[in-house]
């Protein structure tokens, strides 16, 4: 893990609201496991906390994310020119452990693609991709993974399955028997409760990258916990314990 | 190099530089940046004598030059820091201070009890201020009798010198440094974090009520220093607010002994070593040859 300077070298509009955000970092930040994540800070901007963002992409110094305009830091960051230094720690938290099974399903929601891209990548072939968004436009989001097929669903059913990405997957796993399959998604949290509920019969092994507002990232302050089913330790820091759950142990 | 080292209740502190108690996990979480032994002492999260869950989300709210928090006091109790964490500072050589709360009087002095004397602890810092517990907490810390009564019932139970953490949400702060004193404390943590709100605009709603920390809280924590130092003779702690050596510096001067650093810790990993090489910096510099020179050296305008 470090805390290293940073120089933005790209961060431009992809579509909608997402961007996509490179950083050229002072520093190697080592092994990365798909799921961590990095706190961002800009210096001289209005935002008084850190973000924390998924590793999209990483490639020896280049970091790459993917983020979604949805609040006041999101805006500020979207636009922060190019050539702007950053600061950068990471990489943070727990992420997806690939066990070794036949099948490996990664599903995303939205701007949930930003958490699993760099498991995707891992994964190369090996990968099943299903996405849902909520039309043809989004799909643009894929275009460095549209080698592995994914499947995707959009809400208007301008493009694929007609629906939602969690319908789509339920009637995919209805359509497979009896294999070693693994699940890893990341989305929203309404999505995260319906896909639990939809394979509640099946309890398929899946990991949950889940994300929460966050002050320090480094699991110093216990403000981003996410609730467990444990009762003895029923809220654990989405930092620090996570940002992947099992999603048999969170309560949603 | 000007020298840094503290004496606090006869204990040798390496400096006089804390972390603010909640904003350093259990002290292990730091480790990969940098080691706890750096500080002049580890605080700890607030213990209490179970386990305590702590609150439901929204815990943390950005502010302006600050943030909101309703943590809730979240620990693993009293007996478990002490299986589990407490060897890893003595390994380390690192004095401590163990922060304890209660929900009922009962519970402070449980707390106090359960907490043995050993040469690695340096005070209990009583949390009498807390804005996020529903039951009580607070309550201790407003009035000068409760804090009188309070101090002098867990002052008899425990021979480790106690520090009172106060809120600064009351009439006049200095009347209840004075009741902490006479009750026997020795020494004061001024202050904790400000009792604070959002209300969302678009939702109509208050998502958050909790305690404001970061540099918004910094002036009404200097003058809370400045006031308390002056009115009662024992060692008080500054914090609230502290983003750099130059607000270390003013707490200092103001007349803290030692500072704690909390929310800045959250922006920048690295504050609180910053801070300690600065402050040596600061001394060479400046030519004293001791940190003591500084202190509460605004005292004598």
């Known amino acids: ?40 800070k800009i210096p001289g901007n209005e935002v008084f906390l850190r973000r924390p963002f998924s590793i999209y992409d990483y490639d020896k110094d280049i970091l790459t994310v993917m983020y979604k305009v949805v609040g006041k830091g999101t805006e500020i960051l979207s636009k922060t020119s190019k050539d702007n230094s950053a600061f950068v720690l990471g990489p943070l938290g727990n992420g997806f452990r690939v066990n070794k099974r036949d099948v490996y399903l990664t599903v995303a929601g939205g701007i949930g693609i930003a958490g699993i891209h760099f498991l995707i990548k891992t994964l190369k072939e ?17 275009k460095d993974i549209t080698h592995l097929n994914p ?70 302050c216990f403000g981003c916990v996410k609730k467990t089913i444990d009762e003895n330790e029923p809220y654990k820091r989405v930092c620090k314990e996570g940002p992947v759950f099992d999603l048999w142990e969170i309560s949603l | 190099m000007g020298n ?36 002049g002492c580890y605080v700890t999260k607030g213990l209490s004598m179970k386990p305590h869950h702590g609150n439901p989300l929204p815990r943390i709210w950005e502010e302006k030059c600050g943030m909101i928090n309703s943590i809730g ?55 009498l201020s807390c804005p996020n517990i529903k039951k009580g907490g607070i309550g201790f810390g407003k009035e000068a009798e409760t804090v009188y009564e309070i101090v002098k019932n867990v ?104 500072v704690q650093v909390g929310t800045a810790t959250f922006l920048d990993p690295y504050t609180i070593p910053k801070i300690i090489m600065e402050l040596r910096e600061y001394l060479d510099v400046n030519n004293y040859a001791d940190v003591k020179n500084i ?4 005292h004598d305008q």
Do not use: H
């Not at chain 2, 730091?30 to 032994?37: A, C, K, Q, S, T």
């Not at chain 2, 202190?295 to 605004?298: N, R, S």
């Open chain 2, 73 to 127: 006091l979240q620990n693993i109790g009293i007996e478990r820091f002490f299986r589990e964490y407490f060897p890893f500072f003595k390994r380390k050589k690192t004095p401590v201070i163990v922060n304890f709360f209660g929900f009922t009087e009962d519970e402070y002095i449980g707390c106090a009890e359960m907490i043995k004397p050993d040469k690695q602890i340096v005070a209990l810092e009583m949390n």
């Open chain 1, 151 to 220: 499947m995707i669903s959009t809400l208007d059913g301008s493009y694929g399955y007609k629906g939602n990405v969690v319908e789509m997957l339920t009637n995919y796993l209805e359509t497979v028997e009896n294999v070693d399959q693994e699940l890893f998604i990341c989305g929203p949290e309404g999505m995260l409760k319906s896909l639990k509920a939809s394979i509640n019969k099946s309890k398929i092994s899946c990991q949950a990258l889940v994300e929460e507002r966050m002050a320090c990232g480094l699991g110093l």
């Open chain 1, 1 to 40: 893990m470090v805390d290293t300077e940073a120089q933005i070298i790209e961060n431009k509009n992809i579509v909608l609201d997402y961007f996509l955000l490179k950083l050229k970092l002072a520093k190697t930040m080592g092994k990365i496991m798909p799921g961590q994540f990095i706190m961002l």
């Open chain 2, 295 to 298: 202190i509460g050296i605004t």
């Open chain 2, 155 to 258: 002052k008899t139970v425990t021979k480790i010198p106690l520090l009172a953490k106060l809120t600064p949400e009351v009439k006049n702060i200095v009347e209840i440094a004075v009741a902490a004193f006479e009750a026997g404390v020795d020494g004061l943590t001024l202050i904790n974090t400000i009792p604070a709100a959002v209300v969302d605009v678009n939702k109509r709603t208050v998502p958050i009520k909790g305690g404001l920390s970061g540099p918004i809280a910094r002036s009404v924590a200097l003058r809370a220093v400045y006031e308390c130092s002056k009115a009662v003779p024992i060692p008080i702690i500054g914090v609230g607010g502290i983003m750099d050596v130059r607000d270390a510096l003013a707490f200092l001067m103001a007349g803290a002994q030692a």
């Open chain 1, 126 to 142: 090996k990968a099943s991709v299903f996405f849902g968004c909520s039309s043809n436009i989004e799909t643009t989001l894929l």
């Open chain 2, 4 to 39: 840094i080292p503290l004496e606090l209740f006869g204990k040798t502190l390496k400096n006089p530089v804390m972390n603010a108690s909640g904003t350093l996990g259990y002290g292990k979480e730091i480790e990969p940046l940098w080691g706890v032994e750096t500080l």
